[in-house]
């Protein structure tokens, strides 16, 4: 199993920015969810359906015109490196 933690902080002028995250496990994730850090953004930072992770990136869009930080976590269950 891979596992990944990534602490990304969107710094958005306007609104409905999307935010590339390298998440660095080199397989895709079976499973990501994030955390917001501060309570300023929560509930606002949402990925797309269209937006499905790879093998190198995530997604995710912030709809708060605001500094947020949040805590990305991405898992790998039958990743294998060769």
């Known amino acids: 199993m891979l596992r990944t933690r990534l602490r990304r902080s969107l710094n958005n002028a306007t609104t409905g920015v999307r935010l590339t995250v390298t998440h660095g496990l080199g397989a895709v994730p079976e499973a990501w969810w994030w955390v917001n850090r501060n ?30 930080t949040i805590d990305i976590f991405a898992i790998a269950y039958q990743a294998r490196l060769y």
């Open 39 to 68: 309570n300023r953004g929560l509930g606002s930072t949402y990925m797309r359906a269209v937006d499905v992770p790879n093998a190198t990136h995530m997604w995710l869009i912030n709809s708060l015109g605001t500094h947020v």
